[in-house]
């Protein structure tokens, strides 16, 4: 059955204006439609949001501004979104369409790709990654599910910056167990996603696309969970064997479960990748592993074609169509098998070459043979890689190489694992002669310096002692402290004496000394609150406009910042806001006027009103004077008395 028949939002018209073809997929969060914008006349996808999300109204307003914010990231391998809204329960994205699969498409139909083929998907996910860790958003949720292919070959990075706030699948499907396969250690412990997550996703996702398999396998989200956290992604070369080196380096790099130890961000993992596949050649890069499953048919335009064709193809021979015409002469024996004819002879003629001419013509057919076989036969071999490799497994490597161990050395790293080897001199691949020596240095892991004594010091004198000593002087807070004196260093994160990697910031907690207890200066004059607040060991500021004020005089304080009753640290200002004194404002004339109608006169004018009726005003209703006359001015808010007769 045509489970999209089902769905009720198939053939609506969303907001106005995007008609809803065909249901896509249904993910946790929300589905994906085929849609057509009928102002635009074009089609896209629409990602509507789950009605019972829609209710969460913070939920709704992070999808929302991530969603803006992505709109912003123009990137040619960064799906698009072109607008957003809400019709209803309702709340939708619309984007662009990428008519073709993904990458788990791809991956369940070829199983392991040609190294070629997986870097070649790998390198445009990390620009898009790039782009985005740059700009500031962190993915979060990478796997080949969200990394679409076109029909025309060009790779897209979906789903950008919309955290999945609830998990809506408890159960032990695929789903779950492919979502964990791609988690980095950090977000298992405590749900930490700055770039290096989507660096190490992208680490598990080239190792299954060198092998057909994810590095780690479970019959449950906690297994793979537990695996990640204690075990380290294996080699893809352990499962492919002769699969080059330097795609183990960026496995290994990608994926360290320190993150420290990994590529800070896309950028700079895109960096290394592009450098090693710069050191493959031809074969290495077009090897099959034997993992890769038959295809039974052709490069026909089938799903199949949404790996580029230039991934899958021969290449063109060269223009001369000679299939061999690269390469170093001396490599091509063939063309020494013949030697050349002697020049012909300047002796007089009638005198025959003899046997000696015969002999001198033999052997240096034999010597130039000698010479080509011993220049490409075993005399020489290759220097075998051994990069993340310990000293034990170099030292065997190259004893099976026909090769001896030179001088080994030591250097620090942040990116090689401890006691693993950096690097080899020759380098990996190098043409070298039998029983020569290769020296290697072997990682130290990351350089680490300990934290320095530094409470006590000034905090000059202690920034530039973390500067000293390899640390970045870090985040500087202020505490009150009655035993260290203020501006001085009472603490250090991390503590003193700890181990931390160089170049690591530490931050400082610095002394505002003792606390002193602000005194309360309203309503006093000016040259009293100063005299006060100084003598506490405070200092004073007079704000610039003075406020009206009913309650307090002229040149009076009105307010203080801090208030009374907070602390503050010697030296602190305390700024004062002194008095212009009360509005003066004219006072209505009411004698004569009723009781009634001088009440409302009066306080309409911004007075208090108080009623003098004495003996004989009793039953009286007219105002026989007032306390203050009208025609003159009175403090706003002041008290007008009116006698009544």
Known sequence: ??????????????????????????????????????????????????????????FVERFIREAK?????????????FDQGNDGSYVYLAMEYVAGCTLRDVLRER???????????????LAALGAAHRAGFVHRDMKPENVLIGDDGRVKVADFGLVRAVDTVTNTTGTVLGTVSYLAPEQIEDGTADPRVDVYACGVMLYEMLTGDKPHDGDSPAVILYKHLHEDVPPPSAAVPGMAYELDEMVAS?????????????????????????????????????????????????????????????????????DHASGPAL??????????????????????????????????????GAGVWYINSGQFTKVPPLLAKTQDEAEDRLQDAGLEVGKVSHAHSDTVKRGTIIGSDPEPGARIRVNDAVSFTISDGPETVRVPALAGQKLGEAQDQLRKDGLDPGMVTREFSEDVPRGSVISARPADGTKVRAGTAVALVVSKGAPIDIPDVTGSDEADARSELTEAGLKVKIATERVTSSEYDKGQVVRQTPKSGGRAAEGDTVTLTLSKGPEMIEVPDVVGDSVDDARQALEGAGFEVDEDRGLFGIFGDEVKSQSVEGGRTAPKGSTITIKIR
């Open 1 to 58: 059955m045509d489970t999209t028949l089902q769905d009720p939002l198939v053939g609506q018209v969303l907001d106005g204006r995007y008609r809803i073809d065909s249901r896509i997929a249904v993910g946790g969060m929300a589905t994906v439609y085929r849609a057509v914008d009928t102002r635009l006349d074009r089609v896209l996808a629409l990602k509507v949001m789950h009605p019972a999300l829609a209710v969460d109204a913070s």
């Open 69 to 81: 914010s992505v709109a912003r990231l123009a990137h040619p391998n960064v799906v698009q979104v």
């Open 111 to 125: 199983g392991a790709l040609q190294p070629r083929a997986a870097l070649d998907i790998l390198e445009p996910v």
């Open 254 to 322: 990608a994926t360290a479960r320190t993150p420290a130890l990994r590529p800070y961000d896309a950028v700079a993992l895109l960096a290394q990748v592009r450098d090693g596949r710069g050191r493959l050649d031809e074969d290495q890069l077009d090897a099959v592993p034997p993992q890769a499953l038959a295809v039974d048919h052709d490069n026909g335009d089938d799903r199949t074609t949404v790996i580029p064709r230039a991934l899958t193809t021969p290449r063109p021979l060269p223009a001369d169509g000679d």
């Open 331 to 368: 490599d091509r024996t063939s063309r020494f098998a013949s030697p050349p004819p002697p020049p012909p002879s300047r002796r007089r003629s009638g005198i025959r070459r003899g046997p000696a001419a015969i002999v001198v013509a033999v052997l240096l057919a034999l010597g130039l």
